[in-house]
């Protein structure tokens, strides 16, 4: 079974541009969340989606972030305009829909922002 | 609301000695607790997980965790570390009656396993 797929790994961009993150989730899976982690930091939730609905963005950056979930499989993460705080790495999860579901992670978009 | 405390960065230990790696949480509900190891470059991946039942867990690579309510603890142990679990750990936790599932993480510790 494929594992969750992000791009790009990594990314170097200057203040004020703009950047996206792709993800692809494990086949089936209905649930798909994105993480900040920021170094020397736990991961922090961003957005959950539910199948291409979103479930939870209490702690997305509204001014800023954007992240759509179109045909309820691949979600697109983007910052616009981004800030130096904005580095950090961007993880990628997705779980299937059960009362309690792992959450499987992508391997991260490591961004930094100069 | 949750939160969750992991008091040592990073803690040394010489391959093959028993190792703890402390957390501790908090929340005003009953919770699911969780440990995830973070390899360099790579995604978080399960470790363990206590959902119910008998509050010794054990995991994958030789760890087990052990929950306890009245210190909202859940330490994680390994009796011999070797120098391939050298990784940055994860302590989690998530709302037991949420609709989310949503996780919340600790700071992480660096376990560091010397020769």
């Known amino acids: 079974e494929a594992g969750v797929a992000q791009s790009p790994r990594y990314k170097i961009i200057e203040k004020r541009q703009s950047v996206a993150f792709w993800c692809n989730p494990i086949?089936?899976?209905?649930?798909l969340y994105w993480y900040q982690q920021i170094l020397g930091q736990g991961p922090k939730l961003l957005i959950q989606?539910?199948?291409?609905?979103?479930?939870?963005d209490s702690q997305l950056p509204k001014d800023r972030f954007s992240a759509e979930r179109l045909k309820g499989v691949d979600s697109t993460l983007k910052i616009q305009p981004a800030k130096l705080e904005d580095s950090a790495v961007y993880l990628c999860?997705?779980?299937?829909?059960?009362?309690?579901?792992?959450?499987?992670f992508g391997p991260g978009t490591r961004l930094t922002v100069l | 609301a949750q939160s969750v405390t992991q008091l040592d960065s990073q803690v040394p230990v010489f391959e093959e000695a028993p190792v703890e790696l402390r957390c501790n949480y908090s929340?005003?509900?009953?919770?699911?607790l969780f440990w995830y190891v973070q390899y360099p470059n790579q995604g978080l991946q399960l470790l363990l997980k206590?959902?119910?039942?008998?509050?010794l867990v054990k995991g994958i690579n030789g760890f087990e965790a052990e929950f306890n309510k009245s210190q909202t603890s859940f330490h994680l142990r390994k009796p011999s570390v070797h120098i391939s679990d050298t990784a940055e750990y994860f302590c989690?936790?998530?709302?037991?009656?949420?609709?989310?599932?949503?996780?919340?993480f600790g700071t992480g510790t660096l376990l560091a396993v010397q020769p």
């Open positions: 206590y959902l119910s039942g008998s509050t």
């Open positions: 929340s005003s509900v009953s919770v699911y």
């Open positions: 999860a997705s779980s299937s829909s059960t009362i309690w579901n792992e959450q499987f």
């Open positions: 989690a936790v998530s709302d037991r009656g949420g609709a989310t599932n949503k996780l919340i």
């Open positions: 086949s089936g899976h209905a649930t």
């Open positions: 989606f539910q199948n291409n609905g979103v479930v939870d």
